[in-house]
């Protein structure tokens, strides 16, 4: 699985090798694809005639040396001395200097999979087949150890990514720049996609050619955006959702990344995810250590579908953690849409009791419970349940909601404190700012300083006295703005580069606490919709609301982008009233739940008030849902008919134990006298039977290459059809 022979690294998985090599010292990146029997010595790996004809360009290590390390593939580009690309680290020592030269020193192979301190990581379980590499290098102009770690996952077919640096002088180093990963792939045509957007319209598909010069993505908005995902993938120009070659690149972090492909003179593609370097830089004093997040990959030669689908599959059981990960979760109620800020008890428990008449299992108290918090300019960090609105405060609710037969769950917003509240009144400093400088708000609220243990400990406090009661079985955990004058007086003025990461790290230690303590409560995850969809988030939280739009033909789309790299088992969906409130379309209460059955479901609209046939509609999707969702959350997902330039949309899941398919299809726009369309199945067994709801019984070939025909002849019809396999 990972194998050291005559300079040459071997990175194996079921499907995959990757391949380094150790030349003059310098440590080569050869090769990622599909798996390789047999890799031969290093010479025979370099080109036959490995210095290119020598140009004056070239930078070169010393006179009459012919090594340029510009002309080659390199697996963790230094800085400063003749590789002109984009490096994968920078850095600066005591005196100024800046170039570096990292040289392979040693490497050690052992068991499972490494962690990063204080950080979301995938992780191994005993009986997996795992092994990490850690490579060392040193820098031979500073004493900067770097160390390369490799997760390598056999079985999931995965091979996880990090850098760590240690300063081993007895001087200050500061890191300005360190990224998880680079890696060249040598003259390939390659397309870039990634998942770009907009709040209430996060994660669309974008797809171009690289060409020469940089093409990338990126946050510096202090979470990971609904901007712009940290997911890459370059795949080749051929490739569709079940052919071609699919690198998949996903960066387990919730803060500022980068995320790019940068085409070279010599049709080398680089690509490379990390830590975004604005604003960025870290101290290192003698003997610390810096950790970068962790970078997951993923190489398919079946295809985009194929990608997604190893995502999907290590996120669901090597990710997300604790008792939600493996059991099925509740499906729930949201007084978000039904009220907003406008409840009281009385009408809570109206929704609660049509919830329970349906089968809704929890109900979820939304933004406004505490403080004084009739509108979204106050209250933030004060995490008393506001008695006008609650006589009986949270315990008599979720009593009360409890004897209806529901869970009781809350929203939180713990990172945030508005101006306008009792806390931010006692601790005017404990927010995120720049000395003297304007606090710009957003949402009218400031961020917490969470790079300070006391206000760590003040947020994990707040939420220990609501969840200590253990009333609450559910925790939605809301961010609703980007960061601005990210600075602590906390830190000195060198010091201050590390604030963003800081914040993560501070965050990351309160849900790592909050998590464990709580092993029974469900945590989604939050930010203004889908603002923080990332694998750090998913480490701690299980399933993330995915956006703030809830129109079900919006979420076609956004459930589609979404799902090239995170499985539906991790996107929160609802069912909503109609006129939608965030594009005014109305659809079918059939189409609404065909679309949020496939995601954690939910209501987020008034119950109460549905008509009779909405509500045998609401009863059939919430049946529909207990059949299905070991399906659609643990099983296989095959897209298709993917919905971007498509009238139609159609996937497929199959389960884990292959003995059950569903398909669900949805008309988006009917056109008049409309041609067929067929939808085709994929990965069946061509010989077996599936037996569809009705007793229809199909081949499996039949399915794949006839399938179903659809007329399209109805706006947002939908369907779904289950088989199972006889
Ligand atoms: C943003 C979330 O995405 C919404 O679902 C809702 O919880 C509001 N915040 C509440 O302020």
């Known amino acids: 699985m990972i194998t050291y022979k005559d300079g040459v690294f071997h990175l194996s998985t079921k499907d995959t090798s990757y391949v380094m090599g150790v030349f003059e010292g310098k440590l080569l990146n050869l090769y990622w694809g599909e798996k390789l029997n047999f890799v031969p010595e290093l010479s025979k790996m370099l080109p036959i005639d490995y210095f290119r004809t020598f140009s004056s360009t070239d930078v070169i290590d010393s006179d009459g040396e012919k090594f340029s390390t510009n002309d080659f593939t390199m697996e963790y580009p230094d800085y400063g001395r003749g590789d002109y690309r984009i490096s994968a ?3 600066k020592d005591f005196e100024g200097t800046t170039a570096s030269n990292l040289k392979f020193d040693s490497y050690e192979i052992v068991d499972g999979k490494y962690s990063i301190p204080k950080m979301p990581a995938i992780y191994s379980e005993e009986k997996d087949n795992v092994k990490t590499l850690k490579i060392y290098l040193r820098d031979e102009y500073s004493n900067l150890k770097v160390t390369l770690l490799y997760g390598v996952f056999e079985d999931l077919n995965v091979i996880t990514r990090a850098a760590t640096f240690k300063n081993e002088g007895s001087e200050a180093y500061t890191i300005e720049k360190a990224f998880s990963l680079s890696v060249d792939f040598n003259c390939k045509e390659l397309d870039f996609i990634h998942l770009s957007g907009a709040w209430a319209r996060e994660r669309v598909p974008h797809r171009r050619r690289v060409v020469a010069g940089t093409q990338q993505v990126e946050s510096i908005y202090g979470i990971s955006s609904h901007i712009h995902n940290p997911f890459f993938a370059l795949v080749s120009p051929d490739a569709t959702e079940t052919m071609g070659d699919a690198y998949g690149f996903n960066l387990v972090y919730s803060g500022n990344f980068i995320a790019g492909a940068q085409k070279d003179c010599f049709d080398v593609t680089r690509a490379y995810l990390g830590i975004h370097p604005t604003g960025f830089s870290w101290v290192l004093a003698p003997g610390e250590e810096f950790y970068t997040p962790e970078a997951v990959t993923v190489y398919s030669a079946n295809g985009i579908g194929e990608m997604s689908r190893k995502f999907h599959k290590i996120y669901r059981t090597r990710l997300c953690r604790g008792k939600y990960r493996d059991i099925k979760r509740p499906i729930l109620i949201n007084n978000w849409e039904a009220t907003y800020f406008d409840f009281n008890e009385e009408k809570i428990l109206k929704i609660t009791e049509a919830a329970a008449e349906l089968g ?7 933004d406004g419970w505490f403080g004084k918090r009739d509108k979204e300019n106050c209250s933030l960090g004060d995490w008393i349940p506001d008695t006008r609105k609650l006589p009986n405060g949270i315990k008599g609710l979720a ?5 209806y037969g529901l869970k009781f769950g809350l929203w939180f917003e713990p990172e945030m404190i508005s101006p306008d509240s009792d806390l931010y009144r006692a601790h005017p400093d404990w927010c995120l700012h720049q000395c003297d400088r304007e606090r710009t708000l957003g949402r009218s609220q400031y ?6 243990e006391e206000i760590c400990d003040f947020v994990k406090g707040a939420l220990d006295n609501i969840l200590s009661t253990g009333l609450v079985s559910y925790v939605k955990w809301d961010m609703n703005r980007y960061m601005s004058e990210v600075g602590s007086p906390a830190f000195s003025k060198e010091h201050q580069g590390e604030i963003a990461h ?4 501070g965050l990351y230690g309160i849900m790592e606490y909050i998590t464990k303590k709580y092993p029974d409560v469900l945590f989604e995850g939050c930010s203004g919709g889908g603002g923080r969809f990332d694998p750090g988030i998913l480490h701690y939280m299980p399933q993330i609301w995915t956006s703030d739009d809830t129109d079900a033909l919006e979420r076609i789309d956004i459930q589609y982008g979404t799902s090239i790299c995170y499985p539906y088992s991790a996107m929160g969906a609802h069912v909503s009233a109609v006129p939608n409130h965030q594009v005014y379309r109305t659809t079918p209460m059939k189409l609404r739940g065909d679309v949020a059955i496939c995601g954690q479901l939910g209501y987020e609209l008034d119950l109460a008030k549905l008509t009779d046939a909405d509500k045998e509609e609401v009863k059939k999707q919430i049946a529909a849902y207990h059949k299905l969702s070991d399906v659609f959350h643990n099983g296989d997902l095959y897209r298709l008919i993917t919905p971007d330039n498509s009238d139609v949309a159609a996937n497929q899941f199959i389960s884990e134990d292959e003995s059950t398919v569903a398909v669900c299809i949805y008309i988006k726009r009917a056109r008049p006298n409309n041609s067929f369309k ?14 569809d709801e009705k007793g229809n019984e199909f081949s499996g070939d039949y399915l794949m290459h006839f399938g179903f025909k659809i007329s399209a002849n109805k706006d947002y019809d939908s369907k779904i059809i289950v088989l199972n396999k006889k």
């Open 89 to 91: 680290f920078e850095g």
């Open 360 to 366: 809704v299992e929890l109900m979820v108290l939304d």
């Open 399 to 403: 009593e009360k909601v409890n004897g």
């Open 447 to 452: 961020i917490l300083d969470l790079c300070r």
């Open 502 to 505: 800081r914040y993560l790290i």
């Open 678 to 691: 067929f939808v085709k199945l994929l990965n069946l067994d061509k010989n077996a039977l599936y037996v």
